[in-house]
């Protein structure tokens, strides 16, 4: 497909199948992935998973990317109110780009006000922060409103790496 997916992890307890499975199926669907997080150290999964960050996401601005994607897991709440992460969210929306979060991390979508009046899903621990910030919370396992993709947490995983897929076939 010739396009580049960035996956942005936190350092530590991102959630492991979020991250790996829509890698996989990006990656076969021969999307270039790269991953970028606070630091270029490696990573640690919730479930123990280890990933080595390609880049840092203040790099994410000068990459040719399709789309943006937040991995979930505890640890992303430290891109709940990070202001690189929400510029650089925001930037890539404006841009006709498509934005993604799974689990909690839409969270980070809301704050950064990209979800206003848009239907969102996240993990249910989220839904309030998503109904704050003027989301349409839908509750489905994977929920597409224009160019933004969220997913509901690790049992959505595949589908959501799936419909990143079918989304960058569209753009």
């Known amino acids: 497909m010739g396009k580049t997916v960035a996956l942005i992890i936190a350092e530590r307890n991102f959630r492991d199948e979020e991250y790996q499975k829509p890698k996989e199926i990006l990656e076969k669907a021969g999307i270039i992935v790269l991953t970028a997080s606070t630091s270029l150290g490696t990573a640690v999964g919730k479930l123990g998973m280890t990933a080595k960050p390609d880049l840092l996401i203040g790099d994410l601005e000068n990459q040719d990317l399709a789309a943006l994607i937040f991995v979930g897991g505890g640890g992303s709440s430290q891109y709940f ?89 569209k753009v």
Request: proline share 4%; aromatic share 6%; charged share 25%.
């Open 81 to 169: 109110e990070d202001q690189t992460a929400h510029r650089l969210v925001r930037r890539f929306y404006e841009q006709g780009k498509i934005v993604g979060a799974i689990c909690i991390a839409p969270v980070i979508l809301a704050n950064a006000g990209l979800l206003k009046g848009k239907r969102a899903t996240v993990f249910p621990d989220g839904k309030a922060d998503l109904e704050k910030n003027g989301a349409v919370y839908t509750g489905k396992p994977v929920e597409v409103d224009g160019t933004i993709i969220t997913g509901a947490g690790p049992e959505a995983a595949v589908a959501f790496g799936e419909g990143i897929v079918e989304m960058l076939k």
